[in-house]
């Protein structure tokens, strides 16, 4: 495996260019086709079915399903009969390498499938508002417009490549989002584990479950995390181990000495003295 076709490469190093956006509601005799595009092509069928043809392989589309056209290909469209509802915008794509002062550009095909049935719901609503942030901003003058459809086209590819022969939905992800962040701007105050379940909207032991699956640890774990990263800052700035169990959220400096030393090995003391 070359490092391009990796899709973590290839979600962190792509530079895409969005070069049309459109949602379309046609009607059931409508038909589109084309001959070898020098663009890809991704389309979210919103609803209704339809017939979409990629180098004479037809597959009937419904409601749910992500098509993707690679660059050079033959396709056609058209509805089955009844209204058809679809969001779509044509890209191009170049993977960008930097290597101390020296670049380089690979195009590696994306692993991407014809038609790719999206079964989660979140990860479809999610899907569907990124598409029309791109087409709201393909149609405006504004000169930021071309800088946000790359932001989300962007996003929309590493949602499908990171979602990819995944055992964590991206449902699940998505349960851990709010809390993750309520950690991160109030680690400094008390937070429990009800607290957090309750802002995910989740009860207490299956937010706990869905939690460990999608992150490896407990929301304790992940939140003692936090803190101890934000006192190493504190204890290598010059404070005291006093001043930084206070600061990070830790109730008394025996228990912020304890969960120290667990984590880094050594004590907020023996940190702060050797830098």
């Not at 949602?23 to 979210?44: I, P």
């Amino acid at each position: 495996m070359t490092i391009a076709s990796d899709n973590r490469w290839i979600s962190k190093n792509i530079f895409i260019k969005c070069l049309y956006s459109a949602h379309h509601t046609v009607s059931g005799e409508w038909y589109y086709s084309d001959e070898k595009t020098n663009y890809c092509n991704l389309v979210l069928i919103c609803s209704g079915t339809g017939f979409f043809t990629c180098e004479n392989i037809e597959t009937v589309v419904k409601r749910g399903d992500l098509v993707f056209f690679p660059s050079g290909v033959k396709r056609s469209m058209r509805a089955d009969g009844e209204t058809l509802e679809f969001r779509s915008f044509n890209f191009r794509y170049r993977l960008l390498f930097e290597h101390k002062t020296d670049w380089w550009i690979e195009n590696p095909p994306l692993p991407l499938e014809f038609v790719r049935h999206i079964d989660d719901k979140v990860l479809f609503t999610k899907l569907e508002q990124l598409f029309a942030h791109i087409q709201r901003h393909y149609t405006t003058l504004q000169y930021e417009a071309a800088f946000q459809m790359r932001f989300y086209a962007t996003e929309i590819l590493s949602l499908l490549l990171s979602d990819l022969k995944q055992e964590i939905s991206y449902s699940e992800k998505n349960i851990t989002e709010k809390s993750i962040a309520y950690m991160s701007e109030h680690f400094t105050e008390k937070i429990t584990l009800k607290e957090l379940a309750s802002i995910a909207k989740k009860s207490v032991s299956y937010y706990g479950k869905i939690f460990k699956k999608v992150h490896g640890v407990t929301p304790i774990d992940y939140l003692l995390s936090i803190r101890i990263s934000y006192a190493k800052k504190l204890l290598e700035n010059g404070s005291s181990v006093t001043e930084t169990a206070l600061l990070c959220g830790f109730s008394n400096v025996y228990y912020f000495s304890k969960a120290f030393r667990c984590k880094e090995n050594m004590s907020p003391s023996e940190y702060r003295n050797s830098h």
